[in-house]
């Protein structure tokens, strides 16, 4: 359901994906708990089904997620023009900070203090993927066939090497034909208990 869109409301849009632009390390998947927390939480811009929504949809579009998050959440609440300010505010400190690295990155890259932090950050950020993927789980992970997919997907992608492309639009076309069958299998029943 689409709000109000005036100035007020879209510079609050802006601020709140700006502060978690410039305060969320790792961005991409390492954004989603923050993101949730952002949506749900303390904006109530979302529910956390929608949430999932929001990740199904983002995960499957090309781009990179939390900027697709962002733009869906932006649209859902104001239009166009609360997507493109919750986009611009979930971009503009990256942009900015790495443009700045770059110019800085060069001369300080080998210090041994600038190793050792980004290799406290890399481990951090591998620990907010996983509050993700536990987070998400235990809202998507509900029938012994979405477990089977799960681990199907792992399997495919983490071993096997399958493109995560390829995984998706399996899983989609799987998830249409159980739904089918459920359903066809409910029609039946149905029918015979009318008899």
Known sequence: MKRAAGARELASLFLAFLKLGLFTIGGGYAMIPQMQQLAVEEHHWLTDEEVVDCIAVSQSLPGIIAINMATYIGRKLYGLRGAVCACVGVVLPSFVIISLAVL?????????????????????????????????????LRTPF????????LAAIGFAGINAVWVILAAALLGIVYSSVRSGRASGDNGKGAD
């Open 104 to 140: 800085v990155l060069g001369a300080i890259g080998e210090n041994p203090w600038v190793r050792g932090a980004f290799l406290g950050i890399k481990a951090a950020i591998c620990g907010l993927i996983l509050v993700s993927a536990i987070r998400l789980g235990r809202q998507v």
């Open 146 to 153: 979405q477990w089977v997919l799960m681990l199907a997907s």
